[in-house]
């Protein structure tokens, strides 16, 4: 793998399972990834490919019966699994922030907005409360909230959801975090709300210089936002390339799946493509490359061994036997 | 606390005329809470109730302390003025009686709702936010408690410890702490669960994700998305705790040096047929009072469930 030195978070083989009574599901078997400075990181997968679990487990909040079980997740040089509890908590919020998926229930319903963003900014810094809620206030400016001395005494059922979103945006981004982990962000807004959210991250990241980890199953919220992407299929990944590469060159085939998958504007009334079959059982996931069942250039190879993630290019990581065969030219679906 | 952070912020914005307010949850639980009629007239019992124990050596008109201790005289003197409620055979004024009873009622529902509660509190949260081992060994010794033949344990605990205990620790003391350790634990149960399905939310995830300690997360965000379920489950323990005191008082297991309806129950119990007066006043009081915590409870339990909207 490169060497930069300017990776602000590198996961190397994370393995998390939850361990249940109908088994061990392996919610996330190996997962290897990076993050580079101010550099925003698509990952992306259908519903149940390990996506959340992988970012929960960056910040160490998996819920039971979940459990890391192996790998390392460096973050600007620290293992953070071999930190101490207490020492997860200063990262939480300060270094890393998180960013839920629905913004109705992200936030507390008995607590008026500035008490939770006041709670989080005291929590990180030293700051007496009123310098809490100038600080508050601030951030509802940011995040483009008009009014923001009257709405930060709202309560979160007083807010539509767009606001609420914006809400959580301000908190997460309340202590300046290096990092932030946004788990589909958008996925409960209107389109129209989703473009302004989606365009307020991206102007956020810039102006404070952060990462992001943007979690989605949506290619098109990607393709605007994303520097580079990580598919996920079954919990591992199995493409990481840069977004312009993913688009034009997709190697692995559940890639070319998922874009055939999304309709297209100059598609002239073909059926859309699905994929067959559903994100097998992560109890007993299949042997080899875990797309296999699905896949329609599954070979006896891709049964028996489990493929790397290679570099096949400069850049571009994939785990498929046949990968080099796709390169260049893509060999049709039936 | 938390009042006292309001009113600082407040002070930002004293010039301002228009000092913006959310309404919070308080705001809307009140004004459905008005609205409620029953839930008002059981606070109006209570009130009223509240009142004669406060006032009780005024409003009585012939106070224990007095000599002859609540007009000894006249035995069995039916409801007449000079005799709101008649007297007993002892020649006792029972309204008299009646109105020191209530800080008596006032006392046991209050103190031994407070011990319940607060031990099922502690053990509700602790034992739903934690899970796991300390669930399992807490919820255990729930269930001994809740097997336990409440009424038959608390008479031969109090016999027991009456007999024990120095004289210096009133007896009445002793009622309220026995009541309060023997029936936290179906509340203790109640809060359990409500403490399970909060803890799921996912604001509970978003604040250990913002790096919120585990008393944080318990006593700051669980605690008061739980606490409209204690609300109203302690008005209901002071209606229980009021009722089982008289029980236990009626049974002659309680002080016998306090002045309790229950007591003046258990007194009038041998002559039902001729001083009617004696049983049915101090019965109506406890009926009244223990329907008051009701009406309350109920109210309390509309006008603060946040599944409900307007």
Redesign the interface.
């Known amino acids: 793998m490169l060497m930069a030195p300017k990776e602000i978070l590198k996961i190397e083989n994370l393995t998390t399972h939850f361990y249940t009574w109908a088994g061990v599901v392996k919610a996330v078997d190996g997962v290897s990834l990076e993050v580079k400075e101010g550099e925003t990181l698509g990952l992306v997968g259908e519903s149940g490919s390990g996506k959340s679990v992988t970012a929960l487990s960056i910040l160490r909040i998996v819920p039971r019966p979940g459990r890391i079980i192996d790998g390392k997740i460096i973050y600007k040089g620290e293992n953070l699994l071999e930190k101490t509890e207490s020492e997860m908590e200063k990262i939480r919020g300060k270094e890393i922030a998180y960013i839920f998926q629905d913004p109705a229930t992200s936030l507390n319903p008995v607590f008026s907005v500035a008490d939770q963003l006041i709670e989080v900014i005291r929590r990180h810094q030293n700051v007496t409360k009123e310098e809490a809620l100038e600080k508050a206030i601030e951030l509802f400016r940011l995040v483009e909230i008009a009014d923001p001395e009257i709405k930060i005494w709202s309560y979160p059922h007083q807010l539509s959801g767009g606001m609420k979103q914006r809400m959580a945006i301000a908190r997460a981004l309340s202590c300046q975090p290096s990092l932030l982990l946004a788990d589909e962000p958008t996925t409960n807004l209107d389109v129209t709300i989703q473009a302004q959210i989606l365009e307020l991250m991206k102007n956020l990241k810039k102006k404070l210089g952060m990462s992001m980890i943007l979690i989605t199953h949506d290619m098109g919220v990607v393709a605007g936002v994303a520097d580079r992407i990580s598919v996920m299929y079954a919990g591992r990944i199995c493409e990481s390339a840069g977004t312009k590469t993913i688009f034009y060159n997709p190697l692995h085939p559940y890639t070319r799946a998922l874009l055939e998958a999304v309709p297209n504007i100059a598609m002239k009334r073909e059926k859309l493509k699905i994929i067959p079959g559903a994100i097998p059982n992560l109890v007993s996931p299949p042997s080899g490359c875990r797309f296999h069942p699905r896949c329609d250039f599954a070979g006896p190879a891709c049964v028996s061994a489990v493929p790397p993630l290679v570099e096949i290019e400069p850049e571009h990581y994939v785990a498929c036997v046949r990968a080099k065969e796709f390169s260049g030219k893509l060999p049709s679906r039936s | 606390m938390k009042k006292e952070?309001s009113t600082?912020?407040e002070l930002?914005y004293q010039n301002e005329k228009s000092r913006?307010?959310?309404?919070?949850?308080w705001n809307i639980a009140w004004r459905r809470f008005k609205k409620n009629k029953a839930a008002l007239v059981g606070a109006l019992i209570i009130g009223f109730v509240m009142f004669l124990a406060a006032f009780d050596s005024l409003i009585a008109p012939y106070p224990p302390n007095a000599t002859p201790g609540f007009y000894v005289g006249e035995a069995r003197v039916p409801p007449s003025l000079k005799y709101l409620f008649g007297t007993d055979k002892l020649g006792h004024d029972v309204f008299s009686q009646v109105v020191y009873g209530a800080r008596s009622a006032l006392y046991v529902g209050f103190g031994a709702a407070a011990i319940a509660m607060s031990l099922a509190v502690l053990v509700g949260l602790v034992s739903g936010y934690y899970?796991?081992l300390v669930d399992n060994v807490l919820m255990r010794i729930t269930e001994i408690f809740l097997v336990i033949p409440f009424l038959l344990i608390l008479l031969v605990f109090l016999k027991v410890i009456t007999a024990v205990a120095p004289a210096s620790i009133g007896g009445l003391s002793i009622v309220t702490l026995m009541i309060g350790v023997f029936s936290w634990a179906s509340n203790a149960r109640i809060i359990r669960g409500e403490v399970l399905r909060v803890k799921e939310?996912?604001?509970i995830?978003?604040?250990?994700?913002?790096?919120?300690?585990k008393r944080r997360i318990i006593f700051?965000?669980i605690f008061?998305?739980v606490?409209h379920i204690i609300i109203v489950l302690t008005t209901l323990m002071i209606a229980t705790a009021i009722l089982v005191e008289a029980a236990v008082s009626f049974l002659g297991f309680g002080d016998p040096a306090a002045i309790t309806w229950g007591h003046q129950l258990q007194l009038a119990n041998e002559a039902v047929k001729e001083a009617w007066w004696e049983g049915v006043f101090p019965g109506l009081f406890i009926t009244l009072l223990v329907l008051g915590f009701n009406l309350l409870g109920n109210g309390l339990r509309d006008a603060l469930d946040?599944r409900l909207r307007e």
């Open positions: 952070k600082k912020l930002q913006p307010k959310g309404v919070s949850q899970g796991g939310s996912e604001f995830e978003a604040s250990k994700a913002l790096g919120a300690s700051r965000h008061p998305n606490l946040p």
